[in-house]
Structure formats: C-alpha cells, structure tokens
C-alpha cells in the first residue's frame, strides 16, 4: 500500500526558510508527476511545485518561483521542498501527491495519491 508521509512544516517569521520532506512508502506505478500542493481554509488546494517523472523538469507556481524548490532524492524514496524568503501569505497546509495520470500539474484533481499535510505558518 502506497503512502505519502510529509514532515518538516513549523513556524517561522517572515524571510525565513523551512525544507519539507514526503517520504514515499511503497511503490508507485508509472509515476509521471510528484507535486507539492498548499491550502488555506475556505480555498481550493494550490499547486505549488512539481516534479516531472523522469525527466525531472521542475514547475513552480508564479508566486513561489525564485524562492521554492523542489527536489528528489530516489534512493531515500523522498522529494524535498526547500522554501526560502517566506512570506505570511505562504502560510497554508501543505502536501505532497503523486499522479500517474500527468495531465495540468497544478490541478489537484490530476493525482492519486495525497499525504496528510504539514502545517506551514509564517509570522510577519
């Protein structure tokens, strides 16, 4: 059975830095996108960074590009979120998700599978 596990959330004040894990248990067949998505209440879930599989190119959201990273490390089964010059508006729940659809990689109806989320506040 596949699980997405995600840690490494907290507070922080506003330029700070935090780097999420989502370690992957099982394994995912076909695997084509591995996304780090954000929520807040009484809004839709917000595609943040993607990772494509294979290959490897890397997306971003307009609004984390230049301060966020996503990154994958195979052998430990885990992708990596390293986000930088926090903002108070980059406050949200944050997960990670795998699809094996592809499709838009910012829309979370394209994934499969979810981890339960890291809370992630920013203090100004």
């Known amino acids: 059975q596949v699980q997405l596990v995600e840690s490494g959330g907290g507070s922080v004040q506003a330029g700070g830095s935090l780097k999420l894990s989502c370690t992957i248990s099982?394994?995912?067949?076909?695997?084509?996108?591995m996304g780090w998505f954000r929520q807040t209440p009484g809004k839709e879930r917000e595609g943040v960074a993607v990772?494509?599989?294979?290959?490897?190119?890397?997306e971003y959201a307009t609004s984390v590009r230049g301060r966020f990273t996503i990154s994958e490390d195979a052998s430990k089964n885990t992708v990596y979120l390293q986000m930088n010059s926090l903002k108070p508006e980059d406050t949200a729940m944050y997960y990670c998700?795998?699809?094996?659809?592809?499709?838009?990689?910012?829309?979370?109806?394209?994934?499969?599978?979810w981890g339960q989320g890291t809370q992630v506040t920013v203090s100004s």
């Open positions: 998700a795998a699809s094996t659809s592809g499709g838009n990689w910012w829309s979370a109806g394209h994934y499969n599978y």
């Open positions: 099982g394994y995912i067949y076909s695997r084509v996108l």
């Open positions: 990772i494509h599989s294979p290959i490897g190119k890397t």
